[in-house]
C-alpha cells in the first residue's frame, strides 16, 4: 500500500512527504505534502462532502498543507486507488 502512495506521490509535481527518506516512512501513515498552491482545507471538505474519506487532515499542530492517509491492514487498497485519483481529480480538474 505505501508503494502506491510513493508513486502518487514521484507522479506529481504538488506533492511530497513530510518524511522525505524513505527508510524512515511509516507503514501505516503516509502523510503527504501539498504544494501551498493548493488549500488542503478545501480539499478535505470536499472530499468530506462526497463521502470519501474522513480524518485525513494534517498533523494540527505542525501547521502544514498536508494529508495524512491510513494504510492500515484493513483498508483495501482498491479504496487507496480510488482515493488518490479522486484527489488528483479534484486538484487537477478544479
Known sequence: KLS???NWVKDK???SFFVEEEKYRSPVVATVNFSESIPVADLTQKL???GA???IEAYRKLGKNQL???LFF????QDL???TRLISHLV???
Open 4 to 6: 502506491l502512495i510513493e
Open 13 to 15: 509535481e504538488y506533492l
Open 53 to 55: 474519506a474522513l480524518d
Open 92 to 94: 487537477e480538474g478544479a
Open 68 to 70: 495524512r492517509i491510513a
Open 81 to 83: 486507488e480510488k482515493l
Open 74 to 77: 484493513n483498508i483495501e487498497y
Open 48 to 50: 468530506r462532502k462526497e
